[in-house]
């Protein structure tokens, strides 16, 4: 070939190549999107609002100090409960205790997995479950609480997360209402409307006030 025809033949394979390369090269995926995941629990995992005998402390570093998830007052034999539906990924023993973590439904990829111990299981890996439905019951203190407690926790992966955000609201803040004394306060304290006798006012019935421990930054 003369060397006048060389580089351009050089040129067009070039272009040859590189063409070719990038047809058969795939598309790069699209980032994935994650949405924020809304609080899909619908019930406390023991009692109707259990007291917080310890609460979420994320350790500083991943072998560091903490309290990976929270500790909910419970009496030993008590039921517990799945908070959201989804399927038992494990139901054993692990250094002594019983162990139930679910993989709940509809909360991405990997899945967020709530965890419950000490608990005597009641169902077995693979099993689907339905908000409310009973994995176990509470076993007997281990010596984690100074009281009974069920540990409660919340993965993704191997990330811990703070399970009392799967609780809505409504679920978090509203406890048991309960009917205060019906005793009328003394008559200078009645409005002119309200006959004597009546329930005057910070007598109506409202809200059980339950302690509820303050819980780390």
Known sequence: MRPELLLPTLAALLVTFLTSASAAAPAPAPA???APIPAPASTWPVG???????????PATAYGAGHRGVDLAAAPG???RAVA??????AGRVAGRGVVAVELDGTGDPPL?????PVRATVKKGDTITAGASVGVL???TGHCPTS????????????????????????????????PLQG??????????PPGSVGPGLSPGPLAEPWPRLPP
């Open 32 to 34: 994935a999107i994650t």
């Open 48 to 58: 109707s609002r259990p007291a917080v005998v310890r609460g979420w402390s994320p």
């Open 78 to 80: 008590a039921a517990v």
């Open 85 to 90: 539906p989804g399927r038992v990924s494990f």
């Open 113 to 117: 997995r709530t965890t419950y111990e």
């Open 139 to 141: 076993e007997r203190p």
């Open 149 to 180: 407690c069920l540990h409660w926790g919340l993965l993704r992966a191997r990330t811990y997360l703070n399970p009392l955000t799967l609780l809505p609201p409504w679920l978090l803040h509203h406890g048991p209402s309960r009917l205060l």
């Open 185 to 194: 306060p003394p008559p200078a304290l009645l409005s002119p409307r309200e």
